[in-house]
């Protein structure tokens, strides 16, 4: 007999990991299902998704392209829904057996929140849900139920597997530096978005491709870590691997050392959290480490590149620190593409927005949200006033 197809739900499909996690249904397809997607603005492409995967559900989640017309031609019987609750309202659906949550930033904190309080598995592309909601949403998972996308979380994920996890000595979570790596301050100053945008090994969105050259995202993936692993800030430590072929270690009490090793291909990690426990067949070319030639390692520069300092120092301080972080970051980012703050203004906007905030105890959901928009205006501000 053969098995039942997984059914999947994409919120963000039409993103650099919904669309490579279209492409796993793809190549996967006697085992995947697409059932329902969503997309924020990108209407064609969600058309076009939907038609070819036969969904039954679709989202436009930006209030602006709800009623584009392209939108009729959805295939019959697609239901439409609108808005991040009508996003949520069709991954709640009994036929649903795992959520990709893809949607870039703070947006995807509700979701990921009333999906893990539904029960529903996971897989989780989104690390901005557990920085800012990590103190609400780890204690409402099962086992298993929360399955890590971001390359190097499925790594650790994976070097766990079969361990006990309180014989971990650290864990090492890896960089490739991004493009300016060796850069000094000042030779960061006049940094184009051209530039910024040009990772060395990774092909990303631009949000996260920023993120990656100012090292926040590895600052944000260190407070992720954090929750995911029930860990200290102290025992994630960051580790620079140019090649970006080893994805992440832990190192256990005894010394020894296990690694995830493979190709750069974000494909790998979100297929993984699809046929979670099994292993299927790669979706990406594999790598042939006989002509590799090398890896090399290095320390990341916290005074060069202040945003992984910062990220450190709001989860030091914890609370509703890390909620302040990733907001001020979204607009200072959103900002700097806009040609309207220089690269090094991205971490002095944060480090203002951080210095202006009283730490809370997380409470409630409406709480970070409510500090989430709070720091967006006061970070909006502070870029207008540079502009004067």
């Not at 309207?340 to 202006?356: H, K, R, S, W, Y």
């Not at 409630?364 to 989430?372: A, E, N, P, T």
């Amino acid at each position: 007999m053969t098995a039942a197809r997984k059914r999947i739900a994409i919120l963000g499909c039409t993103g650099s990991i919904g669309r490579q996690a279209l492409d796993v249904c793809r190549q996967h397809a006697e085992r995947l299902e697409v059932v329902a997607l969503s997309a924020h603005a990108g209407t064609d492409a969600l058309v076009a998704a939907a038609r070819e995967f036969g969904a039954v559900r679709a989202c436009v989640t930006d209030a602006a392209h709800a009623n584009d017309p392209i939108l009729d031609e959805l295939p019959d019987g697609c239901h439409r829904f609108q808005g991040m609750d009508g996003a949520i309202e069709m991954c709640l659906a009994d036929d649903v057996d795992i959520v990709l949550v893809s949607v870039v930033g703070a947006a995807g904190l509700r979701a990921t929140f009333e999906l893990a309080r539904a029960g529903k598995v996971i897989a989780l592309a989104n690390k901005e849900s557990l920085v800012v909601g990590g103190e609400l949403i780890m204690p409402i998972v099962g086992t298993d139920q929360l399955l890590p996308v971001d390359s190097e979380h499925a790594a650790i994920f994976q070097c766990y597997r079969g361990e006990d996890p309180k014989e971990a000595h650290c864990i090492w979570l890896t960089c490739s530096g991004g493009p300016f790596y060796g850069s000094s301050r000042g030779g960061l100053a006049g940094v184009t978005p051209e530039r910024a945008l040009a990772h060395p090994t990774w092909h990303m969105g631009p949000k996260i491709t920023i993120d990656c050259a100012t090292l926040m995202n590895k600052g944000l993936e260190r407070i992720e870590a954090m929750h995911l692993f029930h860990v200290g800030i102290d025992d994630v430590r960051v580790l620079i691997q140019r090649q970006s072929k080893i994805h992440s270690m832990v190192e256990y009490a005894d010394g020894s050392v296990i690694a995830h090793l493979g190709a750069s291909d974000m494909r790998i990690p979100i297929q993984y959290a699809f046929s979670y426990p099994e292993r299927w067949e790669t979706p990406a070319p594999r790598v042939d480490f006989r002509t590799l030639g090398a890896l090399d390692f290095g320390a990341p520069d916290m005074e060069t590149f202040r945003c992984l300092k910062l990220a450190e120092d709001a989860a030091r301080a914890g609370g509703t620190m890390p909620c302040v972080l990733n907001a001020a970051n979204e607009i200072a980012v959103a900002s700097f593409l806009a040609g309207n703050l220089p690269f090094t203004g991205i971490d002095e906007v944060i480090d203002a927005c951080m210095d202006a905030h009283t730490v809370e105890v997380v409470q409630s959901l409406q709480q970070l949200l409510d500090i989430d928009a709070q720091t967006r205006v006061r970070a909006r501000e502070l870029v207008r006033a540079r502009l004067r």
